[in-house]
């Protein structure tokens, strides 16, 4: 297994080290495992000027999978767009051909308290979004700001997707449907959108080849309701990049906390690159107080998709959940009765665990 390990900015390095711990573990086991480190985002503008430095890129290509912390931070935020640290993160998943991006919502039963919903409505809750992720609104030419005739400053973009876009990600949705509950809930905004008219139809033409899955259609404003009103009716969710985004951090807060969420890029192979959810978190980056929770659950997510290590994604899984058991909890998801843990205390009990 060769993995490109991709700290990033902020928060990105304290957490990525702790999921580097689950995997000197698992190589200490005997797990053929090799992991390289390359600087994206902030790091790569500083180490390179440029967010995505060829160096990096090329060690991404190379490797099985990518392992990414965060990227951004104030500091880079007044360069022009080209090296913002975004740019990295927008150019690598690109260049991979990730467009499928997985982001499971899941509540384990010892957070439950910490969702700003009530317990009821949230505990149980197992939800996989499947975001489009190279296409759509983001990407879309024409696009840019000019004055218009009545000398008025516009901005435009353009929402486009072709019909393979769209099947492609339907299928990987279907796939993990079928390893699921087998219900798939398309999302688009076909009342009004032309791309979500054509969305649906192929949407709906894909499911032939999967009989087993109920398939149903949502609009995208139902849904963004629903997922707060009655977010367990749902089994797998797909949509597009700009409703994805959306959705998916709405989803996550569900689950209490941002700090627990990983997630998955794939291509149309097995490479996948993989990341927590959340962002650098400048506001406590250094201070040995992040949740690397996700980081490390995203390492399972690795091993599940571009391993195929079914058996070694379920005990990285088991282990965190045993630490929660435990009563540990880092800052962002500590409530009264529990044992609070350091960046660095959580991943060496996740280590133990394992
Ligand atoms: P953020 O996710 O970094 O932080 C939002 C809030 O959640 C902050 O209060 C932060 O402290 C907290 N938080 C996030 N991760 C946490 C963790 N693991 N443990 C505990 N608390 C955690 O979002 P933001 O503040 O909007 O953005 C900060 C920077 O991150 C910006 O530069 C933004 O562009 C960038 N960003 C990067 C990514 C990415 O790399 N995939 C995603 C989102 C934002």
Known sequence: MKIAVLPGDGIGPEIVAQAVKVLRAL????????????????AGYDAAGDPLPEATLALARQADAVML???????????????????????????????ANLRPALLYAELADASTLKPEVVAGLDIMIVRELTGDIYFGQPRGLRTNDRGEREG??????????IRRVARVAFDIAMKRDKRLCSVEKANVLE?????????????????QVALSHMY???????LVRDPKQFDVIVTGNIFGDILSDEASMLT???????????????????????????????????????????????????????????????????????????????????????????????????
């Open 27 to 42: 190589a200490a086991e005997g797990q053929s495992i090799e992991w390289e480190e390359a600087p994206i985002g902030g």
């Open 195 to 211: 791309t979500s008219e054509l969305w649906r139809e192929v949407v709906i033409e894909t499911a032939r080849d999967y009989p």
């Open 256 to 354: 209490g906390s941002i700090g627990m969420l990983p997630s998955a890029s794939l291509d149309d192979g097995d490479k996948g690159l993989y990341e927590p959810i959340h962002g650098s978190a400048p506001d406590i980056a250094g201070k040995n107080i992040a949740n690397p929770l996700a980081t490390i659950l995203s390492v399972a997510m690795m091993m599940r998709h571009t391993f195929n290590q079914e058996e070694t994604a379920n005990r990285i899984e088991r282990a965190v959940k045993k630490v929660l058991a435990q009563g540990l909890r880092t800052a962002d998801i500590y409530v009264a009765g529990t044992r609070q843990a350091s960046t660095g205390e959580m991943g060496d009990a996740v280590v133990a665990a394992l």
């Open 220 to 226: 995208v404003d139902n849904a963004a309701m629903q």
């Open 156 to 165: 435009f973009n353009t929402m486009i997707y072709a019909e393979p876009e």
């Open 69 to 99: 912390g965060a990227v951004g931070g104030v500091q880079y935020d007044a360069l022009p767009r080209p090296q913002r640290p975004e740019q990295g993160l927008l150019r690598i998943r690109k260049a991979l051909g990730l467009f």
